[in-house]
């Protein structure tokens, strides 16, 4: 007789096994000379050598299937186990809009033209800028970008970064300690993280530091080699932070630069980093500049209205310095 126990990692094993185990049943019917013991992230498995490795190519395809889709429910098992392992159902085929699943099998796609055109950028691209108004989704989909990547195995961190500028306020006079001062700053870029990757999973991903989360100032002297790097929020950097965090770049690294060129909240007399790297860099190959507008919100419908009419005011000040 031979044992082998498989380690489910940072995956809940309700996720694998189901509710009162009622996958882990399916899995028992299919192998009826195996014995199987479930205790907390491992599943040890006792029988002959021959069955136990039959048993092994099946329980890597189901893996492999809870990796890519974030969801195993009892027909997708059904399927796999009386199934080829190489035979994808036909329902799970991809679509050219389609970036990633997320938590429960949710697809998460680029839902607009311009949104299709930053994916197909970022995959052409080792630096890429998306430039709009909020909520035309810059930021959700490089961070789906980044997680695919990651869950292709094409790198092996994220590291996603701010400057560390508010809207009026200043981190400074909030309570807490760095990391509580911090906590609601950085809060945007965990909301999208939870829609792409289970809880659990993602915890166990920031404390062994596939995926770090740190104020652009924290980026000094870094060089960020086999790693998805995202700068959200760019308009707020200066022109040596831009430099600085650009710089960071190594041999294996995808960039991406978002940001919004209307909300700067900058000192008055504080220049822009985006704006300046926006000009200095359009000629050069392999960097390429995607701009989302109003057409790409997503949001609610009333938010479109309210970026046009900005948008007007914008131009109209435009206007008046040219005049």
């Known amino acids: 007789m031979t044992e082998k126990v ?10 694998i096994f189901g509710a009162n185990e009622i996958n882990l049943k399916l ?7 195996l014995k199987f013991i479930s ?15 039959a048993f092994s190519l099946k329980m890597d395809t189901i893996l492999s299937f809870h990796h890519k889709y974030n969801r195993l429910d009892k027909n997708n098992l059904e399927r796999i186990l009386m199934e080829n392992a190489n035979n994808v159902p036909e329902n799970d085929l991809e679509f050219s809009d389609l970036i990633l699943f997320g938590n429960n099998g949710q697809s998460i796609k680029a839902r607009t033209a311009n949104q299709l055109k930053l994916v197909k950028s970022v995959l052409k691209n080792d630096m890429v800028f998306a430039l709009g108004p909020a909520g035309t989704g810059k930021t959700y989909t490089a961070m789906a970008m980044a997680v695919r990547a990651l869950k292709n195995k094409e790198i092996k961190k994220i590291v996603l970064t701010r400057p560390a500028v508010e809207a009026g306020e200043n981190l400074g006079f909030l309570p807490g300690d760095l990391n509580e001062k911090l906590d609601p700053y950085l809060m945007p870029l965990f909301d999208a993280l939870r829609d792409m990757i289970p809880g659990e999973k993602l915890n166990y991903y920031m404390e062994n530091g596939t995926i770090q989360i740190a104020p652009l100032a924290f980026m000094r002297g870094r060089t960020l080699d086999n790693a998805f790097v995202i700068l959200d929020e760019a308009q707020n950097s200066t022109q040596p932070q831009m430099k600085m965090f650009l710089t960071r ?13 209307t909300q700067i909240d900058l000192p008055t007399k504080q220049p822009s980093g985006l704006i300046q790297a926006v000009k200095l860099l359009k000629d050069i190959a392999g960097i390429d500049f995607v701009y989302l507008d109003a057409s790409d919100v997503i949001r609610h419908p009333l938010v479109k209205q309210i970026i046009l009419k900005y948008s007007e005011i914008n131009e109209e000040k435009s206007n008046q310095r040219n005049n």
């Open 27 to 33: 899995i028992e019917k299919q192998f009826p000379k």
């Open 6 to 15: 498989i380690d489910l990692g940072a995956i809940n094993p309700v996720e």
């Open 249 to 261: 770049m190594g041999k294996t690294a995808k960039f991406i630069i978002t940001g919004d060129v």
């Open 39 to 53: 205790r907390g992230q491992n599943l040890k498995v006792i029988g002959e050598e021959d069955l136990i490795s």
